[in-house]
């Protein structure tokens, strides 16, 4: 009986763990900054250079960062998402133009829109670093009190927006 | 002809070298302490690849970073801090002994005892279904046809 019992184990535990591992996506890196202080920044802002943002300034709001640039593609299926994001108003969006041409970007955002309520450069990824980005488009939900809440790596899909950012932003909205 | 090819060659052999990263060192210790870590530091673009192997843009960076915070006299023990504080664990090829890395770091162990076990079982099995066990009743007819042959 365990003659033929046994290989029918066999065959299932190898079964679970393929199946398991069809689910994982090993593409997505747990961030360790989640529940720490969002990164020190103080770059200039996209449409008005010789302005700087700081994460400072964003202090007592909930805001969204978000990693774009006009040369990722996956950011393009993202925009028009972010479009629909930023009408809801749930919360203030950044967007941290990575490594790209100003003139593109803002050609870009002529083209698709502007979701952003500010957009800052980091031309040479040093920001991104700091933030421990490895893809774009990136997404850093970041709550009152500065810390970072929530990282979604790839482009944001609506199922994303409907199932975990508005629900994680309204709960944080009315944290104090 | 083959002169001015040879000179041709030469010319443009420069321009293969722009690719190469150029880099100056203090000490031929930094240059060891750069070349160590960034062959132990994953490229997360590509992330079969080490930062000093890949080709990707964010490795490029992460070399700058790591030759930057050297020249700024950083331990290797602080460059790796600073990356695993923004990457995690997993931009490091060697990652550290935790309860989350814990199966990572026994596994192939447990897998060896685990075949060494089914091996040994496997090897015992064989041996005991070699000798034939055989009932009261099976000795007992063997012992009288024996006994009935001694007669005749």
Redesign the interface.
């Known amino acids: 009986m365990l003659k033929y019992i046994l290989p029918l184990i066999l065959f299932i535990v190898l079964a679970v763990f393929l199946a398991l591992g069809l689910n994982l996506h090993?593409?997505e890196?747990?961030?360790?900054?989640i529940g720490k202080p969002a990164?020190a920044f103080s770059a200039p802002k996209l449409q008005a250079p010789a302005e700087k943002l700081s994460q400072t300034d964003l202090k007592g709001k909930v805001w969204l960062f978000n990693v774009w640039a006009s040369w990722c593609a996956s950011c393009r299926s993202e925009h028009p998402i972010l479009n629909q994001l930023a009408q809801t108003k749930a919360a203030i969006i950044v967007g941290l133009n990575y490594?790209d041409d100003p003139e593109a970007a803002l050609g870009w955002l002529a083209q698709l829109g502007n979701p952003y309520d500010v957009s800052i450069m980091d031309q040479?990824?040093?920001i991104?670093?700091?933030?421990?980005v490895?893809?774009v488009p990136e997404t850093f939900v970041v709550d009152k009190q500065g810390l970072i809440r929530y990282k979604h790596t790839g482009p944001v899909t609506p199922e994303d927006v409907q199932q975990t950012f508005l629900p994680l932003i309204a709960k944080l909205q009315a944290e104090n | 002809m083959k002169r001015l090819s040879i000179i041709l060659l030469l010319v443009l052999s420069g321009m293969a070298r722009a690719g190469v990263e150029y880099r100056e060192f203090a000490s031929p210790e930094q240059q060891q302490a750069y070349e160590n870590l960034t062959s132990e530091l994953r490229c997360l673009v590509c992330q079969n690849q080490t930062i000093a192997d890949s080709n990707a843009e964010l490795a490029a960076d992460l070399r700058r970073q790591v030759y930057e915070m050297l020249q700024q006299g950083k331990s290797k023990q602080d460059i790796a801090q600073f990356m695993t504080d923004r990457y995690g664990d997993f931009v490091l090829y060697n990652p550290p002994f935790k309860l989350k890395t814990g199966l990572l770091w026994i596994g192939p162990v447990m897998f060896l005892l685990i075949g060494l076990i089914a091996v040994f079982l496997f090897a015992r099995r064989k041996k005991t279904a070699a000798t034939v066990e055989m009932s009261v009743e099976q000795q007992q007819k063997i012992r009288s046809l024996l006994e009935k042959g001694d007669r005749s």
Do not use: T
Request: avoid cysteine; charge should be neutral.
């Open positions: 090993p593409n890196i747990p961030s360790p900054l990164p490594k040479d990824g040093r991104g670093i700091d933030w421990g490895y893809g």
